[in-house]
């Protein structure tokens, strides 16, 4: 399964709500069940990008080092 496919999984029924949705990853963590989704009133996608900022640079959110697949690869 690709990383993006499983975020997306999640954001895209808000989207198709219209509602804006960041979906990221928590540090120090491994798959995609330990993650932040994000939802904001329409037309508030830079809220959401500030909020995601302010946690990145805060260390809770982000990838080490951006994965591909998660499950077996083999």
Avoid: C
């Avoid at 990853?25 to 996608?45: N, R, Y």
């Amino acid at each position: 399964v690709f990383h993006r496919d499983v975020l997306a999984r999640y954001t895209a029924p808000v989207n198709r709500a219209k509602l804006p949705a960041l979906s990221v990853p928590v540090l120090g963590t491994e798959g995609p069940l330990d993650s932040i989704q994000l939802v904001g009133s329409m037309w508030s996608e830079d809220v959401l990008l500030a909020i995601g900022s302010v946690l990145e640079s805060a260390g809770v959110i982000g990838v080490e080092s951006p994965p591909i697949f998660f499950g077996e690869t083999g």
